[in-house]
């Protein structure tokens, strides 16, 4: 069992503040502040730092306040399948995904999920930069990576090719590449971090594209507003543009050509650990994306072919 003094700490931490908590505990401040004391006493060591204007975890009891906080959800989601309330998924479900693919391919069907489920209190989180699972207490992730990192668990959901886009006028003024070569003459578009690109060609060769975006961004979403506005060439997801290459705004730049295709998307959770939320939504984005995603079947506008 939990040391109350234990559990106090965390939910000090979660509220920011001893008397915050004290008021979601209906215990005066003083009484929070002496059970702190005695429990850094006990452990012979400093877990907060106490200004007159805000109150942090110091590094040693952020760390604990990671460890303590596994273990009572651990111990929450345990009496949960004792208690056989696990068949009713509930409480506060955090999910983490990609800012555009968040906005275009969950949000849109939450509906569904959230009638099925109406105790479940979803946070969805969308950003650009991999949330740290651990520290934010997120119980599932919606990644598009080549690799997932040490203690998670992955569940492919789908493909995520990846083709040179760019819109009709840019070509019309700049021209059309004929060998990634010739892509550093052009000017290119990509988001921190997405640069060099690694194409695969026809027969499985590799091209690695040198160069810096035209327009520096830290957005995702940007690079493909910079192409569609006539800007320069991206490197897009097909669930990103795909509508956009179906209604011609888009055209594909080296058709013979993909980014590199071990790219996926994945859900992922900290290894052995799932909450009976998230699992519920696993099993439900599973089913979406079961046979094949819909933006690997988007429709060729007349004039350019997708590869098979």
Known sequence: MIDPDTELFARVVEAG????????????PAMVSKRIARLEARLGVRLLDRTTRRLE??????AFYRDMTAILTAMAEAEARVADRDHTPQGTLRVSAPTSFGRLHIAPHLKPFLDLYPRIELDLRLSDEFADMQREQIDLAIRITPAIGP????????DSRRVLC???AYLAEAGTPGTPEALTGHRLLAAAGQLPWRLTGPDGEQSRIEGASHVRTNSSEVPRELALSGVGIALRSLWDVGHHLADGSLVRVLPMYQGSTDVCIYAVHLRGRIS??????????????????????????????LPS
Request: glycine content about 10%.
């Open 151 to 158: 203690g998670l668990e992955a569940h492919r959901l789908a």
């Open 17 to 28: 503040s001893l008397s915050a908590a004290a008021r979601a505990l209906g215990i005066s």
């Open 166 to 168: 760019a819109s009709p």
């Open 276 to 305: 009976s939320g998230a699992d519920a939504l696993l099993t439900y984005l599973g089913a979406l994306w079961s046979r094949r995603a819909p933006w690997s079947t988007v429709p060729p506008k007349p004039g350019f072919s």
């Open 57 to 62: 975890a110091t590094a040693r009891g952020a």
